[in-house]
């Protein structure tokens, strides 16, 4: 795999961006020596206001708790898959060597699959999503009244 710190040559990851604004790479290269896990420790510290704010619902609706447990495993595993996939991807545009290729061509376009603005745009539309659903006002509620 090519370099998986934090600063790729190619875009970076709305999450790792938010990390960086943090100063969670920062921290992690303090504590663990490698500014790679900032990330993850901005996603230990969503997890875990989280359920600070939520316990009390938590608490008072169980069943909420089984379902809430499924969705950080699901925000650890998106977190580790789509660094991998970037990963991924810098490798398969290395292997191509675009700058032994002709230069009529625009190897530019290949630095950024999806643009931050529009990584921010669909995080706020799933940030809502998830808000909606959790207070009562998903798909099903709606169906039911």
Known sequence: MS???????????????FASKLYLDRLSEAVFGRRKYGPHLLLGSAIALSY???????????????????????????LIGARYMR???EDAIDHLRLEQRPTEYDHSQFATIVS??????????????????????????????
């Open 3 to 17: 370099n998986s710190s934090q600063h790729s040559r190619y875009n970076s990851l709305l999450i790792e961006v």
């Open 87 to 89: 990963n991924g991807y």
């Open 116 to 145: 931050l603005r529009m990584q921010a745009a669909i995080y706020v539309l799933a940030l809502v999503g998830i808000y909606v659903n959790f207070f009562g006002f998903g798909a099903e509620t709606l169906i039911a009244e």
């Open 52 to 78: 600070a704010f939520r316990t009390p619902l938590l608490l008072a609706e169980p069943w909420r708790f089984t379902t809430s447990l499924s969705i950080v495993g699901g925000l650890w595993l998106g």
